[in-house]
């Protein structure tokens, strides 16, 4: 497959390479923690970089994506429908874009707030996996319930009829040590697994620490440059 890819496109080798440099972190830690890295699963997000990209990762073995603004993520869907792609949805969502997510969406990590369980339902519909996005931080102004709200949050989820409550997912804050960020997001997985013990998944770890989200229990990582290169300037 690398040898195709080669020929195929330029530049694809050392994409391939940088992939293969996170597998490998991923396995170590994973095996440092007496996890086995078949219970993570790799999201690779590609925000900004065009569906060519995300064809060389699949021709790669990648099939789980991230995208985070709907306008990119529906146009990247559409024009790959073709691939064997599960497509996370990790950005902000707004009510309004909701039901158009769920058109190529799997899978939505962000689910932070009642309007967005509300407008994400779709009863008749095949179930939408869902993660309550934590706010980590104290401003309610970045995405995510707060600590106190996360319980009657996972209740409206588990009261809709069209979707699947997975479990947490946090962005670590930029000030605070990421392994005592992800501990907390530990916590409060432990607190939905009380309430729901299937809601057991863990969305965390971007490039510059998913180690330490694996070693607090992340079964979900989302990396983006670590694999990809850096984002192309926002269009
Ligand atoms: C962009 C993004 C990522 C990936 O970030 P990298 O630092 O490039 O790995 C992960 N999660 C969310 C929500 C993002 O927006």
């Not at 050392?14 to 293969?20: I, T, V």
Request: proline content about 4%.
């Amino acid at each position: 497959m690398i040898d195709s890819l080669s020929t195929s496109a330029a530049g694809a080798p050392q994409l391939g390479e940088r992939l293969q440099r996170v597998r490998s972190a991923i396995d170590h830690a994973a095996r440092s923690n007496e996890r086995s890295a078949d219970d993570i699963t790799l999201i690779v997000v590609t925000k900004f970089h065009p569906a060519s990209l995300v064809r060389d990762l699949v021709e790669l073995g990648v099939n789980d994506f991230g995208e985070n603004r709907h306008q990119e993520a529906s146009a990247k869907a559409a024009e790959l429908r073709d691939l064997p792609i599960n497509w996370h949805f990790v950005g902000q969502l707004q009510s309004n874009k909701a039901k158009a997510v769920r058109s190529y969406a799997n899978t939505v990590h962000s689910v932070d707030r009642a309007s967005v369980v509300s407008a994400l339902d779709t009863p008749g519909a095949d179930l939408l996996d869902c993660f309550l996005q934590l706010n980590l931080t104290e401003d309610p102004q970045r995405g995510g319930v707060s600590d106190e709200g996360l319980e009657r949050l996972a209740e409206q989820v588990l009261a809709a009829q069209s979707l699947r409550l997975r479990g947490v997912m946090a962005v670590a804050p930029l000030d605070e040590n990421p392994r005592r960020a992800f501990e907390r997001v530990r916590l409060a997985s432990e607190r939905l697994r009380r309430m729901e013990p299937s809601a057991d998944a863990i969305s965390a770890g971007m490039s510059h620490d998913f180690v330490d989200a694996i070693a607090e229990g992340a079964t979900h990582l989302r990396i983006g440059s670590a694999i990809t290169g850096n984002r192309p300037a926002q269009g």
